[in-house]
């Protein structure tokens, strides 16, 4: 989250700056950190990642839609933003959206094939 927008209560520097995002992904890809996990709703993180290139990368990114119409178009847009061609896992930020509306498993279900 801090790759994309000032997070958190101890967090003094703001968002992390672009040369120490490519860092920490050379370290994790040095020390065999295989998986990466943002979402759309962490400011420009993605665009971030996608500049540096996550390719080698496991990445799962997440929605959080009150709408099951936005989803597939979130996923679209991530995939873009990220500049690669898939993702290892599309998740709900809150899974009772899934709870509430079923109808958007079906959605997750055609994004998967």
């Given at each position: 989250?801090?790759?994309?927008?000032?997070?958190?209560?101890?967090?003094?520097?703001?968002?992390?700056?672009?040369?120490?995002v490519k860092k920490i992904l050379e370290?994790?890809?040095?020390?065999?950190?295989?998986?990466?996990?943002?979402?759309?709703?962490?400011?420009?993180?993605?665009?971030?990642?996608?500049?540096?290139?996550?390719?080698?990368?496991?990445?799962?990114?997440?929605?959080?839609?009150?709408?099951?119409?936005?989803?597939?178009?979130?996923?679209f847009e991530t995939i873009y933003k990220?500049?690669?061609?898939?993702?290892?896992?599309?998740?709900?930020?809150?899974?009772?959206?899934?709870l509430n509306d079923p109808d958007i498993?079906?959605?997750?279900?055609?994004?998967?094939?």
């Amino acid at each position: 989250m801090q790759f994309g927008q000032d997070y958190g209560i101890s967090n003094n520097e703001g968002k992390t700056k672009f040369e120490d995002v490519k860092k920490i992904l050379e370290f994790a890809q040095f020390n065999n950190i295989k998986t990466l996990d943002t979402a759309n709703v962490y400011g420009d993180a993605e665009n971030l990642l996608g500049k540096i290139g996550v390719e080698k990368f496991q990445v799962i990114s997440k929605f959080k839609s009150q709408k099951k119409e936005s989803i597939e178009e979130k996923f679209f847009e991530t995939i873009y933003k990220l500049n690669i061609k898939n993702l290892y896992a599309y998740l709900s930020h809150d899974s009772n959206e899934i709870l509430n509306d079923p109808d958007i498993w079906s959605v997750l279900t055609d994004i998967k094939k």
